[in-house]
């Protein structure tokens, strides 16, 4: 599988996450309505194993050692400070 197909996956998971929090926020206007959105936000929130897939398809093992520790940090930093 090259990267170029792993592409599609991303930009859906961003494009739902993306709807599903404007959903959340802006047109919810129930209790239900708001548990929707947030259940529907983590049914589309699996990114992070299509990320790894990618990572693993443009790195090779001379630098697939640092690449991988590297995503796990700007993970951690993004949950703390997003």
């Known amino acids: 599988m090259s990267s170029l197909e792993l592409i599609d996956p991303l930009l859906a998971g961003l494009l739902g996450v993306a709807c599903s929090i404007l959903l959340f926020g802006g047109l919810s206007n129930s209790f239900w309505g708001m548990v929707f959105a947030r259940g529907l936000n983590g049914l589309l929130s699996g990114n992070a194993s299509v990320i790894k897939a990618a990572l693993g398809e443009v790195t090779d093992s001379t630098n697939?050692?640092?690449?991988?520790?590297?995503?796990?940090?700007?993970?951690?930093l993004g949950l703390v400070l997003g």
């Open 64 to 76: 697939e050692g640092l690449a991988f520790p590297l995503f796990s940090l700007q993970w951690s």
